[in-house]
């Protein structure tokens, strides 16, 4: 009589071993995903900043050389466009600082890294007077109009936020 209450006890407490061990699987398994899902969400957030301290450091740059532009033009270096080849502010060597005055840089490096941008915002302007057809016939145009392209280029926190913007200008 004594043997069948043991092995009975010994069958019923056995099986609880293995149900604790899979459900701590299974939270350990939920546990993780929601790390990753955490971890993933930070990623994202901080890209999107990045994303936007570039955007609104090229809207500033952009800013900055349209006034130079209409306020005192020999503010900002005027380059011709490209002939052939890429564009010029399609170059990545044009944006660095030793590039023959192509670019602007803006901001000093230090309100730069202040702003928390890895690099200075850039801008550079293109006189396109005469490759742009300014809505009317080569024949008829007025000589004295003159149309500029402006590019301004800026990183964010990375420098795989990268943003690059433009305008043009006819006056």
Do not use: H
Not at 12 to 32: E, N, R, Y
């Amino acid at each position: 009589m004594m043997n069948t209450k043991f092995k009975k006890r010994w069958i019923q407490t056995g099986i609880a071993l293995p149900v604790v061990l899979i459900f701590l699987i299974v939270m350990m398994l939920l546990g993780v995903t929601a790390i990753r899902n955490v971890t993933l969400g930070e990623k994202v957030a901080g890209n999107q900043r990045n994303q936007q301290l570039a955007f609104q450091a090229a809207e500033q740059a952009l800013r900055f050389c349209e006034n130079q532009l209409q306020t005192t033009p020999i503010g900002v270096p005027l380059i011709q466009p490209a002939t052939t080849g890429p564009e010029d502010w399609e170059v990545d060597n044009n944006w660095k600082g030793t590039n023959n005055g192509i670019s602007t840089e803006i901001i000093s490096i230090n309100d730069a890294n202040k702003q928390g941008l890895v690099a200075p915002p850039r801008c550079m302007v293109e006189d396109v007077s005469k490759t742009l057809a300014l809505d009317v016939g080569e024949e008829v145009r007025d000589k004295t109009v003159r149309a500029y392209r402006i590019t301004a280029r800026a990183s964010g926190g990375a420098d795989t936020a990268v943003v690059i913007l433009q305008s043009y200008l006819k006056f």
